[in-house]
């Protein structure tokens, strides 16, 4: 009886395509993907729509592929509902998702679905396109089969994560039409991977185009990628975070500060993991640099990003040295060995261990004299006035902010208005430190919804947030590395004047990009 479905199922295929005028062999609408099935084989289909072609759905036809399921599955691009209803499975056409019956579109008015919604407990909430939807359903089963790995093995979900975050979460929000920011860039980046499937479709002076060469071309480009990824990050990231983890809980021994790790075998994939450990562990005093061995036997130090994927530094390395090489560098530093530092102080070189580890000793030591300043002392533009944590520089324990005083209407006259909040709170939440963290965290986490009219610079740290009393250093940090990351609500401080700052940064903001969250923050304020 299965064989006879099978047959009935195969011809009726055939008869739909030949109603609608359409050839099975050398058609645009059924073509294999590669191989030949053998003639007992089931014909499987993997239905898609014709036209244009995307990133989204070349990477879910990439992924279905790899499945045993799929794996000598026909590409069916059409747009008639008759023949879609005949594909086994059915990704970015047809305007269902339906995962029980195999439908996977997302272009329609009712799809709000993110991997946060799939799989609660997630973080991400980007709108899934056809790539995303594949990966949320299948994505566990398409890694656990290239890298022949069990679903339970250690770090797979650590690397399932991954590869949705750095590899296909772009992908999503490029498809749905979503900014990487809210403010326009300051240069295009037309090299992604999206970009160059996009190239691959035939010219609009086609007069007869044929997409089924140019959708070939973009499966095998888009399944090199992402074959490299995986393999990537299976091979070379997710191996490293046992290194970074050794090299923290020995960073000690490198330095009484505990502010330098050691990698001892080389430069590893450490920006990444090192972020996530300082969370995980709880980790106060931040690690400022990280010093290890190149593949010529050169040493390197390197700063530490604000986020792994930022070019803020917590601090670089010292300003007089930036830009300079070798004797004119010697020179100035006193350091032997020293080669260079980049002009942006984010990285050094010396020929010995002990000279990249005193160029991170006294970066640091520079850096604490410097005057700690707010983001937003150098974000409006117009001349604003920082303000510092009070307390001596070694003592800074019993730190407490100081504020210029002006009144409310002067600061927001003048778009100053955020450098103001701690003078706003009220005096029995001023004295609360917990209210004062949270005023430091919202605030900072409501620089990424200011538009490109109000700012002049994007500075996160002009100056280094190194003596800051750890409390606030890290509720800053949490502020400006991810929105809905300071955990508490307004409420938590009903009497704070600091609600009047954001309720004034958010009656400067387009409803388009308030998001849910501030959105409820706005509810719980007195309005």
Same mark, same amino acid.
């Given at each position: 009886?299965?064989?006879?479905?099978?047959?009935?199922?195969?011809?009726?295929?055939?008869?739909?395509?030949?109603?609608?005028?359409?050839?099975?062999?050398?058609?645009?609408?059924?073509?294999?993907?590669?191989?030949?099935?053998?003639?007992?084989?089931?014909?499987?289909?993997?239905?898609?729509?014709?036209?244009?072609?995307?990133?989204?759905?070349?990477?879910?036809?990439?992924?279905?592929?790899?499945?045993?399921?799929?794996?000598?599955?026909?590409?069916?691009?059409?747009?008639?509902?008759?023949?879609?209803?005949?594909?086994?499975?059915?990704?970015?056409?047809?305007?269902?998702?339906?995962?029980?019956?195999?439908?996977?579109?997302?272009?329609?008015?009712?799809?709000?679905?993110?991997?946060?919604?799939?799989?609660?407990?997630?973080?991400?909430?980007?709108?899934?396109?056809?790539?995303?939807?594949?990966?949320?359903?299948?994505?566990?089963?398409?890694?656990?089969?290239?890298?022949?790995?069990?679903?339970?093995?250690?770090?797979?979900?650590?690397?399932?994560?991954?590869?949705?975050?750095?590899?296909?979460?772009?992908?999503?929000?490029?498809?749905?039409?979503?900014?990487?920011?809210?403010?326009?860039?300051?240069?295009?980046?037309?090299?992604?991977?999206?970009?160059?499937?996009?190239?691959?479709?035939?010219?609009?002076?086609?007069?007869?185009?044929?997409?089924?060469?140019?959708?070939?071309?973009?499966?095998?480009?888009?399944?090199?990628?992402?074959?490299?990824?995986?393999?990537?990050?299976?091979?070379?990231?997710?191996?490293?975070?046992?290194?970074?983890?050794?090299?923290?809980?020995?960073?000690?021994?490198?330095?009484?500060?505990?502010?330098?790790?050691?990698?001892?075998?080389? !430069? &590893? +994939?450490?920006?990444?993991?090192?972020?996530? #450990?300082?969370?995980? /562990?709880?980790? @106060?005093?931040?690690? %400022?640099?990280?010093?290890?061995?190149?593949?010529?036997?050169?040493?390197?130090?390197? !700063? &530490? +990003?604000?986020?792994?994927?930022?070019?803020? #530094?917590?601090?670089? /390395?010292?300003? @007089?040295?930036?830009? %300079?090489?070798?004797?004119?560098?010697?020179?100035?530093?006193?350091?032997?060995?020293?080669?260079?530092?980049?002009?942006?102080?984010?990285?050094?070189?010396?020929?010995?261990?002990?000279?990249?580890?005193?160029?991170?000793?006294?970066?640091?030591?520079?850096?604490?004299?410097?005057?700690?300043?707010?983001?937003?002392?150098?974000?409006?533009?117009?001349?604003?006035?920082?303000?510092?944590?009070?307390?001596?520089?070694?003592?800074?324990?019993?730190?407490?902010?100081?504020?210029?005083?002006?009144?409310?209407?002067?600061?927001?006259?003048?778009?100053?208005?955020?450098?103001?909040?701690?003078?706003?709170?009220?005096?029995?939440?001023?004295?609360?430190?917990?209210?004062?963290?949270?005023?430091?965290?919202?605030?900072?986490?409501?620089?990424?919804?200011?538009?490109?009219?109000?700012?002049?610079?994007?500075?996160?740290?002009?100056?280094?947030?190194?003596?800051?009393?750890?409390?606030?250093?890290?509720?800053?940090?949490?502020?400006?590395?991810?929105?809905?990351?300071?955990?508490?609500?307004?409420?938590?401080?009903?009497?704070?004047?600091?609600?009047?700052?954001?309720?004034?940064?958010?009656?400067?903001?387009?409803?388009?990009?308030?998001?849910?969250?501030?959105?409820?923050?706005?509810?719980?304020?007195?309005?």
């Amino acid at each position: 009886m299965k064989s006879l479905f099978v047959c009935v199922r195969y011809f009726l295929k055939l008869e739909i395509m030949s109603r609608n005028g359409l050839r099975h062999k050398g058609s645009d609408v059924v073509r294999r993907l590669s191989g030949t099935a053998s003639a007992s084989a089931p014909v499987v289909s993997i239905g898609t729509h014709d036209g244009k072609f995307h990133c989204d759905e070349v990477l879910a036809c990439v992924m279905l592929r790899q499945l045993p399921q799929y794996s000598n599955a026909q590409i069916v691009r059409t747009r008639d509902e008759e023949i879609l209803k005949t594909c086994e499975i059915v990704i970015d056409v047809g305007s269902v998702y339906d995962p029980v019956n195999f439908r996977f579109d997302h272009h329609q008015k009712s799809f709000t679905h993110s991997m946060s919604t799939i799989h609660p407990g997630k973080p991400w909430t980007t709108k899934l396109s056809s790539a995303g939807l594949v990966y949320a359903h299948f994505g566990r089963d398409v890694l656990a089969h290239i890298l022949d790995m069990s679903k339970d093995d250690e770090g797979f979900e650590q690397l399932y994560d991954k590869i949705y975050e750095d590899f296909i979460e772009a992908i999503d929000a490029v498809d749905n039409g979503i900014s990487l920011n809210e403010q326009s860039m300051r240069y295009k980046v037309t090299t992604t991977l999206p970009h160059r499937v996009s190239y691959l479709n035939p010219s609009w002076k086609d007069k007869n185009p044929d997409a089924w060469p140019a959708f070939q071309r973009a499966l095998a480009l888009v399944g090199e990628e992402f074959f490299d990824r995986v393999h990537y990050y299976a091979d070379d990231w997710l191996e490293s975070f046992n290194v970074v983890r050794e090299a923290m809980d020995s960073r000690f021994e490198v330095d009484p500060s505990g502010q330098i790790v050691e990698f001892v075998n080389g !430069g &590893v +994939p450490w920006k990444d993991h090192l972020a996530k #450990l300082e969370k995980s /562990l709880d980790i @106060e005093t931040p690690i %400022l640099f990280v010093i290890f061995p190149d593949e010529k036997g050169m040493w390197r130090v390197q !700063g &530490v +990003p604000v986020e792994p994927e930022s070019f803020a #530094l917590r601090a670089p /390395l010292k300003k @007089e040295w930036r830009g %300079l090489r070798l004797k004119e560098l010697e020179e100035i530093s006193g350091i032997p060995t020293i080669q260079f530092v980049h002009a942006n102080g984010f990285i050094g070189g010396a020929a010995e261990r002990e000279s990249v580890l005193k160029m991170a000793r006294e970066s640091i030591i520079s850096a604490k004299t410097d005057i700690i300043t707010s983001p937003f002392g150098y974000f409006f533009g117009i001349p604003s006035r920082k303000y510092v944590m009070g307390g001596p520089l070694d003592g800074h324990s019993e730190a407490t902010p100081r504020i210029f005083q002006e009144s409310l209407m002067d600061r927001i006259q003048k778009l100053d208005f955020l450098n103001a909040f701690f003078y706003l709170m009220d005096p029995k939440d001023s004295e609360n430190e917990e209210c004062q963290l949270l005023t430091i965290c919202y605030a900072h986490e409501a620089l990424h919804y200011l538009p490109k009219s109000m700012v002049r610079f994007y500075g996160i740290f002009s100056g280094n947030l190194i003596q800051l009393p750890p409390k606030f250093r890290k509720a800053i940090f949490e502020g400006i590395s991810s929105t809905a990351s300071c955990g508490k609500s307004y409420e938590t401080c009903p009497q704070s004047g600091f609600s009047l700052i954001i309720k004034t940064l958010l009656a400067f903001l387009p409803d388009s990009i308030k998001n849910e969250n501030f959105r409820k923050r706005k509810q719980a304020m007195y309005m």
